[in-house]
């Protein structure tokens, strides 16, 4: 059961919100750390999205850093300290509680309707990257620093979904590479290598996000989810069974008084206006 959450009003602990509009803003705001997590933090993420499958307040999320860097990745003091002192006490269920609360924020972002942009300066590092990386769009700048960092605390790049969603977005051979080795993309080619669906001047990335998400909100959100949906879900069929439910899909959507609105719109010579139903 997911708790219900009054968004226009909401006041979460452990990150900032704010609404404009259609499009809610995550900040990550502990900018003398360079915006780490920790369990609370996580936990309180994972709940959010969870929730967002469930309101028509928002129609688009923007995440972004605050203090000129993204995400630093799970505080070394809070979570790594603790995480080794469970396995010195041989608690392996405490480890994969943790590991399945971190896994299940990625499901939640992947399950939500709404379109996620990530605004990204600055550090983007391990879990960090995750959170870019489970976003449908990033934006960057060049003096960003995107790196999949596990293998540098001896940990696997098998992380919340990194050999699955990774190679997708960037190639097989490119994802291997960095999850092998840790090593970082700066922006230039985070954006070559696809990373980044485009680059802005720092000064400009947070409203640069905020336009598109803002563009995206104003669309017919309904088809926005579905497509989400879709390319989520199609990762594992085949082309055939992929046709079969992009059918069903569409004529969903025809369905939809946004469809009507479109062509009502194109007939007249208006620009439509979408309400997402």
Not at 41 to 52: N, V
Not at 81 to 88: A, I, S
Not at 148 to 156: D, I, K, M, S, T
């Amino acid at each position: 059961m997911v708790s219900p959450i009054d968004f226009p009003q909401y006041r979460p602990k452990h990150f900032l919100w704010s609404l404009d509009g259609m499009v809610a803003t995550v900040t990550l705001n502990r900018p003398e750390r360079k915006n780490p997590l920790t369990f609370e933090s996580y936990a309180e993420l994972r709940d959010t999205f969870r929730a967002l499958a469930h309101t028509h307040a928002v129609k688009a999320v923007l995440i972004a850093g605050a203090g000129g860097n993204f995400c630093s990745g799970g505080d070394v003091h809070e979570i790594i300290g603790p995480l080794v002192r469970m396995q010195e006490a041989g608690n392996m269920q405490g480890l994969l509680d943790f590991t399945h609360m971190r896994g299940d924020l990625v499901k939640a972002m992947r399950a939500c309707p709404q379109v996620i942009v990530s605004a990204i300066d600055g550090i983007c590092a391990g879990a960090g990257a995750i959170i870019a990386m489970a976003s449908d769009l990033r934006l960057g700048t060049v003096a960003s620093k995107v790196a999949f960092l596990f293998v540098r605390v001896g940990l696997a790049g098998a992380d919340m979904g990194a050999c699955n969603i990774l190679p997708r977005i960037i190639g097989a051979g490119r994802a291997a590479e960095l999850l092998y080795t840790g090593r970082s993309l700066d922006g230039t080619e985070a954006e070559r290598w696809g990373f980044f669906n485009r680059l802005c001047a720092p000064e400009t990335l947070l409203a640069e996000a905020h336009a598109l998400a803002a563009s995206l909100a104003a669309g017919p959100t309904f088809a926005h989810a579905m497509t989400k949906r879709c390319i989520h879900q199609e990762w594992d069929m085949s082309i055939d069974t992929a046709i079969e439910v992009e059918a069903q899909a569409q004529a969903t959507c025809m369905q939809t008084k946004d469809f009507v609105r479109a062509y009502r719109a194109f007939v007249t010579r208006e620009r439509p206006v979408f309400h997402g139903d």
